[in-house]
């Protein structure tokens, strides 16, 4: 795996970090990784977003009803067999 470094960070803001880290029962390098992991996962996401906004630009906006059938499959029972969800058999 690659390594960074980071240069001149405030003594203040990587005392912080340290205590968080300690508090969560992990190492500073662990936890740094962890927050770089993160980060990478919600640009992923902000970038899958935006391009599912231009492949949706210019069509009509989804009915109410379609709206909320999505909603109600999203709070549904996440265990119950796909069938159940989509109505279709295998």
């Known amino acids: 795996m690659p390594n960074v470094l980071i240069r001149d960070v405030p003594p203040d803001d990587l005392e912080e970090i340290r205590s968080a880290a300690t508090e969560r029962g992990t190492s500073l390098q662990a936890y740094l990784r962890d927050a770089v992991h993160a980060q990478a996962v919600y640009l992923r996401r902000q970038a899958a977003l935006r391009r599912t906004a231009e492949r949706l630009a210019g ?9 909320e059938a999505v909603i109600d499959a999203a709070e549904g029972d996440l265990t119950a067999p796909s069938e159940e969800i989509t109505g279709e058999t295998s």
Not at 59 to 67: E, Q
């Open 59 to 67: 069509r009509p906006p989804a009915s109410t009803a379609d709206r």
